[in-house]
């Protein structure tokens, strides 16, 4: 796992983030950042992806050369669909959203896109109720951009996870949730959530799901994949014998210190 330094800082990111409105595209500066995007852009462009991938540092960690257990991971879950990942850490909706606007879907044409996305916008503290409002328009816009960039595909919008950094805030997730699953329709936009297989109804984490309170372990990814498997074979068939996904691509700043 990364050191606390990082912690700090991807703390202090999300709180930037969020003096912006979630649904205004922002750039991020750093960079880092910009390095990533470019690698995304050059991704985009590359082999076949049926399933496009699309979120921050928990969706990013489960295909990132960086990160080579959760790797391995996802090609034993998702081998075969041609499945893509377009995660970057800390991003909050507002970032995710500035990434498919600015190329990082275009031309793409998957079949299905998952989507996760508001858990840095929500931070440490306890959401009111302008916020929880803020944060559903952000995802909301990341998925009217997802329909009109790719409007053959099935969305799969999925739930914020619970998070333990600061058990306060669960409270304002499952009303962010709430507003969340009444976006799709259940036919091209499917909400799917795995809460109540992460944590308690109180929203405690179980045992070994996320090794800092907010990020999945393999076990918590587990429970994700598994949801997630059977939504792709319906939509998609069983995985085929070969894969035609572009390489996985990582943190460029973990490829420096190498």
Known sequence: M?????????ALLAATACAQPAEQPTPRTDANSRLAHEQLLAKAKQGRID????????????????????LAHWKRNFHG???ANFGWGADSAQHILWRLQNGELDGVH????VILAGTNNVGRTPPDDAKIADIV????????????????????????FPRNDNPDVMPGIDRINAGLARLADGKTIRFLSVNDKLAAKDGRLFDGMMAD???PTLKGYDVWAASLKPILTELLGAPAANDHAPPPTGDPSAAKRK
């Not at 990364?2 to 991807?10: E, G, H, M, Q």
């Not at 399933?51 to 959760?70: K, M």
Request: charged share 20%.
């Open 213 to 215: 309170k907010l990020h």
């Open 110 to 113: 998957p079949k299905v896109i």
């Open 2 to 10: 990364k050191p606390a330094t990082s912690l700090i800082s991807f």
């Open 51 to 70: 399933v496009y991938f699309v979120g921050d540092s928990i969706t990013r960690r489960w295909g990132a050369t960086d990160y080579p257990e959760f």
């Open 137 to 160: 328009r952000g995802v909301r816009a990341i998925v009217e951009t997802c329909r009109q960039r790719a409007p053959a595909a099935t969305l799969v919008l999925t739930a914020i």
């Open 81 to 83: 669909w041609n499945a």
